[in-house]
């Protein structure tokens, strides 16, 4: 091993700690100017109308990505960060400004059926029932096998007094995935309408 001078080691300490602060300065500075902070956020609006209370629907249901918002509109046709943005605010119960967001995604992504499920359950939570319906009907026709949307289809259905719709939807759901996490609800559900 060689010998290093004192000279040396303080330079090579000087070295490590400098790069260090670097790393840590260009982090920081990084997080910071993405971060939001509350008062950047836009005034809460009232309360969007209220949702029956689901229970362990709405575990199954809500969106799994968390994706802090800024308060303006993202500046990108990315329909994948444009949806996360959105599940954030349908996280926080914010459905006008997450239906806003799946719409953009949507208009970018008329593939997206995951968009259209979680629009779907949105406008079902404002009180748009008919269209949440029909956001439903339509992501369904374009990808049947999507067990989740079968799922919140039910769901819509069931509440909006829809039986036979509902039952078709829970049991192609469970048709879908009897053993899967969103099979067993569908089949909860769908006892509980019987």
Known sequence: MPKFSVLTWLVIIVAQVTYGLLVYAITRSYYEDTSVTTSQLP????????????????AVMQPAVKFQPSSEAPATDDPALIARLADD????????QAIELYERALRINPDDVESYNDLGLSLFYIGQSQRAVE???????KQPDFQRIQLTLGFVQAQTGNKEAAFAAFNRAIELGPENTVGQEARRMLNEIE
Not at 43 to 58: L, W
Not at 135 to 140: H, K, P, S
């Open 89 to 96: 605010y349908f996280m926080r119960k914010e459905y006008p």
């Open 43 to 58: 005034a809460a609006s009232p309360e969007p109308a209220t949702h029956p209370q689901v229970g362990s629907f709405d």
């Open 135 to 141: 956001v439903l009907q339509t992501g369904a026709s």
